[in-house]
């Protein structure tokens, strides 16, 4: 079952930003009534992604000129939409990695870097839905490190229905035919257990 790998994860937070990761607006959006109120651990599984991802990217914090490369990158996706320059995005990820002054000056476009640095090694890294699952899993591991709590959270059968449509969606259409075939087969034997109660 596709959900399966999803039911990894433990909070409203790292569901809904694997909905986002995902790409599916209708279902974050049905997540964020949940995931919003508690910004802290919203903005931790954010963070924590973010660490997991550079973990996963593993650049060398010696050759400044990989990271400056990767953080242009990053901006040519969300440079238009929200004004993150490259410059912010490297020192974000030096900072991170221990390579940067710790100076006083706050990033100018809070948690957009982190997002955009999580969406580019999503894509760099080509992540199937098993191993975005994998990357909020061991977000949310971080955040709870670090004292955030974050209560547990089983989505619904909607909700578990939807994330499997949207992670078919995420493969191409070969891939597709065999998730259908696949979940056409253990629905049969689910009504051929159930039958037999």
Known sequence: MTTGRASGLSSVQGYYWHAVLLGNRSLARRLQPGAFPDRKALGGVLWGMFRVGLEW????????????????RVTRYTYATYGVPADEVSQLILREMGEA??????????????????????????LKPGHLDRLISGAEGFVRQLGISLPAYR???????????????????????????????????????????
């Not at 990217?57 to 242009?72: C, G, Q, T, V």
């Not at 449509?165 to 075939?181: C, K, Q, V």
Request: charged fraction near 35%; aromatic fraction near 10%; glycine fraction near 6%.
């Open 101 to 126: 002054p710790d100076d006083d000056v706050p990033p100018a476009h809070p948690g957009i870097a982190e997002l955009a640095v999580v969406m580019t090694a999503v894509r760099d890294l080509e």
């Open 155 to 197: 989505p619904g059968l909607i909700t578990r229905l939807r994330f499997e449509l949207a992670e078919g969606r995420w493969y191409g259409y070969s891939a597709r035919r065999r998730w259908s075939a696949e979940r056409m087969g253990a629905f049969v034997d689910w009504l051929r257990d159930d039958s037999t109660v």
């Open 57 to 72: 990217l593993d650049p060398d914090p010696r050759n400044p000129a990989e990271i400056r490369e990767f953080a242009e």
